[in-house]
């Protein structure tokens, strides 16, 4: 399938930081979600958005969904020592998402 | 509400043979994606069942089969298995409402060819 430009590839970040990744595509989505891995396990749903331009939050968790709908941003907040691991974002049409190659966050005590 | 189910978590497999992964869905979806993730090609999607049909398929070749049964549980069958096929393999169900709904994921089965 296609694959999403995910950026930056990886990040050491200090505890209490706000952090930001992003995602672009050369194509449109209907809608962009964002996954956390851990080590061993399968990615876990942060946040899913649906219309171009939507704004929305989960907890110290913020994402939009680009007014192209080609791109996505992920913010986390005030970095803790559990924000640890790879994070994917994913654009899906008609059920089949196309995944970024992950961001890889590590925190900083 | 029990989570995606897979089996098993661990596998090893030598060249030449096949395997069976096993999927049970979030209680209600009764769509079932499969996706193979490994370090080179990072997650990548294989096929999509939902009432028992397969909807879609990725770039994967036939040796990679799936099916899925009347209540939503899905098989994914990988025959003459390649030292490349070594991977997670991993399912997702959601619940395919007539738009693009979230997907769920699984831990995933670890599959090792030797």
């Known amino acids: ?21 992003n995602c672009t595509s050369s194509s449109i989505f209907n809608t962009w979600l964002w ?14 958005l649906y219309k171009a331009g939507e704004l929305t939050s989960n907890g110290r968790l913020t994402a939009q969904f680009g007014i192209t709908r080609k ?17 994917f974002c994913a654009g899906q049409n008609d059920y089949k998402l196309s995944f970024g190659a992950g961001t890889t966050v590590t925190v900083r005590a | 509400k ?22 049970s869905p979030i209680s209600g979806h009764r769509s079932v994606s499969w996706y193979q993730q490994t370090p080179g090609q ?34 994914m069958n990988v025959s003459t298995l390649e030292l490349g096929d070594s991977a997670l393999y991993l399912c997702a169900s959601s619940t395919r409402t007539g738009r693009d709904t979230e997907a769920f994921f699984g831990q995933g089965t670890r599959l090792t060819v030797v």
């Open chain 1, 1 to 21: 399938g296609q694959q999403l430009n995910q950026s930056p590839q990886s990040m050491f970040i200090q505890e209490g930081e706000d952090v930001s990744m």
């Open chain 1, 35 to 48: 996954y956390k891995q851990d080590p061993g396990e399968g990615p876990v749903l942060l946040i899913a």
């Open chain 1, 71 to 87: 791109d996505s941003f992920l913010n986390i907040s005030a970095s803790i020592p559990s924000d640890v691991g790879i994070y």
């Open chain 2, 2 to 23: 029990a989570g995606v189910t897979q089996t098993p978590r661990y596998l090893i497999k030598t060249r030449g043979q096949q395997v069976t992964l096993s999927c």
């Open chain 2, 42 to 75: 990072g997650l990548q999607f294989l096929f999509e069942y939902f009432s028992e049909t397969q909807r879609n398929k990725g770039n994967f070749p036939g040796r990679f089969s799936g099916r899925q049964f009347s209540n939503s549980r899905s098989e």
